[in-house]
């Protein structure tokens, strides 16, 4: 399988006021191979989201390399390492983020509005990337008069319209019942398995963690099993 994250001794500290500081990371080291379904868990301050902030190119580690795709992204400026985010990274939040009164698929266009598309070939993306989630018939509602569970298809259908290399999933389903969390774990698999998408999912549920080929546990800012 093709290495597609190689993350190698990767340690972050925040300085908090007084010179305090927060060891978030202390030396993470991980290799993900391309159209891996990996679900990172671990409890509150185990360092799993400062490592998704990193993977995500939101932020950069105090020590260590971490590469995607073979491009060595712990030493970019912010300038590109946004370019990273806008071209190769889908996101995905617990809290969907999506624009209240704004339509599904003006909300699927958003992260096109900085490429150089024109607006009928941004139009058309958003199309098909709703039309994969399986909202095409609710693509001019508004987001606010969508259920929880199709606000999330439309942040999917949001995160695939620039053709991502990855997809980061943070606790997407945190804000869903169980049955629309199983639909929603259903379309990230398909992108997974159908479209080879790498998937990596942060989740505390084991029940959402089992849909993930491969779970990577966290504590106290290290990694202490990958099964």
């Known amino acids: 399988m ?4 190689f993350a190698d001794q990767l340690y972050k500290t925040y300085r908090l006021d007084g010179n305090a500081e927060v060891h978030a990371l202390r030396g993470v080291s ?13 409890p509150s301050g185990s360092g799993k ?6 993977l995500g190119c939101l932020d950069t580690p105090t020590r260590g390399r971490l590469f995607l795709e073979q491009v060595e992204i712990s030493s970019l400026t912010p300038i590109q390492l946004a370019e990273i985010r806008n071209k190769k990274i889908g996101f995905v939040f617990q809290n969907f983020n999506l624009l209240p009164r704004t ?26 990337a709703l039309a994969r989630v399986g909202l095409q018939e609710r693509m001019h509602n508004l987001s606010n008069q969508l259920s929880g569970g199709e606000q999330q298809r439309v942040a999917i259908a949001r995160a695939l319209v620039n053709n991502p290399s990855i997809i980061l999933a943070d606790e997407p389903t945190g804000n869903l019942d169980t049955q629309t969390s199983g639909e929603i774990m259903s379309i990230l698999g398909d992108l997974n398995t ?5 998937i990596i999912l ?12 491969r779970q990577v546990h966290f504590r106290d800012g290290k990694i202490i099993s990958d099964q």
């Open 2 to 5: 093709k290495q597609f994250i």
């Open 30 to 42: 991980l290799q993900v191979g391309k159209g891996e379904f990996v679900a990172i868990m671990g």
């Open 49 to 54: 989201s400062t490592f998704m902030n990193l």
């Open 103 to 128: 339509s599904a698929l003006e909300n699927v266009e958003l992260p096109l509005l900085y490429s150089r598309a024109s607006a009928t070939q941004r139009r058309e993306r958003s199309r098909e």
């Open 194 to 198: 159908i479209s080879g998408i790498t």
């Open 202 to 213: 942060v989740t505390h549920e084991f029940d959402i963690a089992r849909y993930a080929k």
